[in-house]
Every structure is written in structure tokens, then in C-alpha cells.
């Protein structure tokens, strides 16, 4: 299997969470006692924050692919952003890398079109529900993305910041995620709900809700692993 590069820390709890599903899946797949090449950058989340929130897009991009290819010197062959928010700048990214560089929003969207999902809910951080690359990539495949109105949209990057960031889960906060989400479910007729944070399967899941849910992590996990096995398998 190729050696995969992971641009993490953003955040730290949910880059955990990908290092062991994917080591997890990889051995499920290939029913060996053997575990995949993973190298891990954990960048400065406050930092890539802060050029987001001053949409200062040209610096997170040079940052990011700056922090991609020092993971490509070190020996990777496949890469991705353990974060939905940096997508934001992921087609200027993807020409800037040599290798593959995998999208996880172009893998939900995968997932969505897959299962035969037309109109779903965008929750996430006020950065991904207020830009439109989620939108883009889902209207190519003829799929409906509702994003929350303004007051929602707080609530919700809200009950990710700082708590969940941190792994902590606020029953309070959790109840109303999925009481506010399930009204806008409701409301709109939709068929699904994207948990666009990499942090937001810490605390909500299929369980919680009537729809469809799509974990982005596992998803992208999905896409990750999958890819590695199969360019090595074309080797």
C-alpha cells in the first residue's frame, strides 16, 4: 500500500479518529496483520483559522501546500486534509501537489450521488456553511445543499467551538444540534444531513436522526484507504 499523508491537527481530536479508522478499515480489507504507511502534520489550527475568518484565501493556500509537500518530501504518495473548513481552498491546492491530494467533499458527494440523495442539510463550521464549495461540488451531480439561515448557522458553529473542537461533548449543546436540524429537516423535505466538521460524528450519528447521515470522516476514510490499495495494486 502507498504511503498516505495526512494534513491534521485541524482539529486534533477528529485527526485521531482518521489515524485509527484507517488503520482499522486497511486491516479489515486486507485480513492481514499488517498496518498502512500513515505520515501525520499536525499544522496549527488557530493559525489556519485565522487566514480563513480574514479571508486571506492566496496565504491559506500557500500555507496548506507549503505543509502538503513537507509531507510529500517525507515520502508520501497520497494526501489529505483531515478538515472539511481548508476545502475552501482546495482547487487551488490539488494543481500545487504532485500526488494525489483527496477531497472530502468530492467524497461525500460521491456518497450522496451513491445512495441516491437529492436534498440535504450543510452543517459544519460558519466558514464551510457560508462558502459555496460544498454547493458546487454537490449541484454538479444535480444534488440540493440547504444551508441554515444566519441565527442557525451561529448555533451550529457554536456547538463545535471550543468544546467539541477539544473532543468535549455539552449534552445541552448536542440536544439542541439535533432538535435545530431536525426542524430544518423537516421543513425543507430533505432526505439527508452532511456533518461538514470533522468533529461532528464526536458527538451526532445515524441514531440521531430520520435521514440519512453522512460522516465525512468515514467517508473520506473510505476514499483514502481505497485509493492507496488500489495504486498499489496497479503496481
Known amino acids: 500500500m502507498k504511503t498516505l499523508g495526512l494534513l491534521g491537527g485541524i482539529g486534533p481530536e477528529s485527526t485521531i479518529n482518521y489515524y485509527r479508522d484507517i488503520i482499522g ?20 489550527m488557530t493559525g489556519m483559522l485565522d487566514l480563513v ?30 478538515s472539511n473548513t481548508p476545502h475552501i481552498v482546495f482547487d487551488r491546492l490539488k494543481d500545487r501537489v504532485p500526488v494525489p491530494l483527496l477531497s472530502i467533499v468530492e467524497a461525500a458527494a460521491q456518497e450522496a450521488e451513491s445512495k441516491g440523495l437529492r436534498k440535504l442539510l ?4 460558519a466558514f464551510t456553511m457560508e462558502n459555496d464549495f460544498y454547493s458546487k461540488s454537490f449541484m454538479d451531480r444535480g444534488i440540493e445543499i440547504i444551508v ?11 456547538t463545535i467551538f471550543p468544546e ?13 444540534l ?18 461538514g466538521c470533522t468533529e461532528l460524528p464526536l458527538m451526532v ?11 465525512t470522516v468515514t467517508i473520506h476514510v473510505r476514499k483514502i484507504v481505497s485509493t492507496a490499495m488500489e495504486n498499489a495494486a496497479e503496481k
Open 25 to 44: 478499515l486497511y486491516r479489515t480489507l486486507t485480513g492481514k496483520d499488517e498496518y498502512p504507511n500513515i505520515l501525520i502534520n499536525s499544522i496549527n
Open 53 to 82: 475568518g480574514k479571508k486571506k484565501f492566496s496565504e491559506l493556500a500557500d500555507y496548506l501546500a507549503s505543509e502538503i509537500n513537507r509531507l510529500i518530501a517525507a515520502g508520501a504518495d497520497i494526501c489529505a486534509v483531515c
Open 122 to 125: 450543510l452543517t459544519g463550521t
Open 148 to 158: 441554515p439561515d444566519r441565527d442557525a448557522r451561529k448555533v451550529i458553529h457554536d
Open 164 to 176: 467539541l473542537e477539544a473532543g468535549i461533548v455539552i449534552p445541552e449543546k448536542k440536544a439542541r
Open 178 to 195: 439535533i432538535e435545530l436540524c431536525t426542524e430544518i429537516i423537516s421543513e425543507n423535505s430533505l432526505d439527508g444531513i452532511i456533518l
Open 205 to 215: 450519528s445515524d441514531d440521531d436522526f430520520d435521514v440519512k447521515v453522512l460522516d
